[in-house]
């Protein structure tokens, strides 16, 4: 089986900065997309970015400009650098892998526990 554990969530003022981490762990032979998402109570799980194997990333429009996700294959591990943040950003942040385990000819999603971010004004 696949883990994904994340890390670096917290209580942070507007304006400020955190790190989220994703850590993939298990039978892994290769992992394809690797994204977060987030959910806000009451909201639907929205993607909020998301970096294929080669490095080209999407962003929601909401984010674009203070939020960079990067990952390092030989770990396989993402990170989202979250900068300026707003208030309506606070949420539960879920990473989510696209993963080829080994032995396998088809790939599977895997996702995270979720770690929350919390922005006040």
């Known amino acids: 089986q696949v883990q994904l554990v994340e890390s670096g969530g917290g209580l942070v003022q507007t304006g400020g900065s955190l790190r989220l981490s994703c850590a993939a762990s298990?039978?892994?032979?290769?992992?394809?997309?690797m994204g977060w998402y987030r959910q806000a109570p009451g909201k639907q799980r929205e993607l909020v970015a998301f970096?294929?194997?080669?490095?080209?990333?999407n962003y929601v429009d909401s984010v674009k400009g203070r939020f960079t996700i990067s990952r390092d294959n030989g770990k396989n591990t993402v990170a989202l650098q979250m900068n300026s943040l707003k208030t309506e950003d606070t949420a539960g942040y879920y990473c989510?892998?696209?993963?080829?385990?080994?032995?396998?000819?088809?790939?599977?999603?895997?996702w995270g526990q979720g770690t929350q971010v919390t922005v006040s004004s």
């Open positions: 989510k892998a696209n993963v080829r385990r080994r032995g396998e000819v088809r790939d599977y999603d895997y």
């Open positions: 298990g039978s892994i032979f290769s992992i394809n997309t």
């Open positions: 970096i294929i194997s080669s490095g080209s990333t």
